[in-house]
């Protein structure tokens, strides 16, 4: 046998207040792969967050290089319309 169902008022109490409902914004993809690469180097596991340091670095330095590669490029086409 059941009992009888929840009152409003119980049903009420479960849920939090509206307000705090509405306050929480989602995540962004930044934030949550900040909050995934902090648990990775928290852990005990110390190889895997190496690893993730050693692509971080790979990365950068990938973006680095393209960026001075532009750079470069730019230049030589200036120097050339202006020759």
């Known amino acids: 046998k059941q009992g009888p169902p929840p009152s409003k008022k ?4 479960k849920q939090p207040p509206k307000a705090a409902r509405e306050k929480k914004k989602p995540a962004t993809l930044e934030e949550l792969e900040k909050e995934m690469d902090d648990y990775w180097l928290k ?3 110390k190889e ?7 692509e971080d670095m ?5 973006k680095k290089g393209e960026e001075a590669n532009q750079e470069d ?4 086409a200036k ?3 202006e020759s």
């Open 10 to 13: 119980k049903q009420q109490q």
């Open 43 to 45: 852990s005990k596991n």
């Open 48 to 54: 895997v967050a190496a690893k993730k340091l050693d």
């Open 58 to 62: 790979d990365t950068y330095w990938a």
């Open 73 to 76: 490029e730019e230049e030589e």
């Open 79 to 81: 120097e050339t319309a």
